[in-house]
């Protein structure tokens, strides 16, 4: 087999651990339901990575403010570092590890969701806003890899893809996402 094909299968062979795990399953609708209820109260949605997990967090979050299947009222949802200013200011005076605790401070509210997506489950900068939103009562979800890393103790739900594979992981974490928000969409305004 060359390197395309073995590729190729290992992606796949996680997708089908994932399709085999009842508990992942049941975890993935979960977590599009504490997301619908936020948005029907009146709540937000954050995201947050770094690198390659940054492009998945903004990538899911206008999956929702824009449109994913069909067109529908926009959906509050927003990447946290989306604002260079803002994230390279707070990165300066503060440190690279308090950008998102500090904008979750300021702009999350209980009842909100923030999803951290970090395949290592230990980036300080996502664990430290989690400790926020303990503090809030914002609900917190983790796409992470195999183990949870640091962030499996501090999430209200964990969505750990069984894989130690940085590429593998994102690819289910970007499916995954994109399940997610067409269940959400769908709760809200129906199948179009």
């Known amino acids: 087999m060359n390197r395309i094909q073995e590729a190729i299968q290992q992606s796949i062979d996680i997708k089908n651990a994932l399709l085999g795990n009842a508990e992942m399953l049941n975890k993935i609708q979960q977590t599009a339901d504490i997301i619908t209820k936020s948005l ?3 709540g937000k949605i954050h995201f947050c990575g770094n690198g390659g997990s940054a492009a998945d967090a903004q990538h899911l979050a206008a999956e929702l403010s824009g449109r994913f299947y069909f067109d529908r009222p926009p959906l509050n949802a927003e ?3 989306c604002n260079s200013s803002y994230l390279t200011a707070v990165a300066n005076d503060y440190g690279y590890d308090l ?5 979750i ?7 909100d969701v923030l999803i951290g997506i970090s395949t290592s489950g230990n980036s300080t900068n996502i664990l430290k ?3 926020v ?3 809030k009562g914002i609900s917190t979800v983790s796409l992470t890899g195999a183990t ?3 962030m499996k103790d501090l999430s209200d739900l964990l969505l750990n893809v069984p894989s130690t594979d940085t590429p593998r992981i994102q690819e289910a974490h970007i499916m995954l996402g994109h399940i997610i928000c067409e269940l959400v969409e769908t709760k809200l305004f129906g199948r179009k």
Do not use: I, N, S
Request: glycine share 22%; aromatic share 8%; hydrophobic share 25%.
């Open 79 to 81: 990447a946290l570092h």
């Open 99 to 103: 950008v998102y605790a500090r904008l």
């Open 129 to 131: 806003a989690y400790e």
């Open 148 to 150: 949870g890393g640091k």
């Open 105 to 111: 401070r300021g702009t999350g509210k209980q009842g």
């Open 133 to 135: 939103c303990r503090e």
């Open 40 to 42: 029907q109260l009146g």
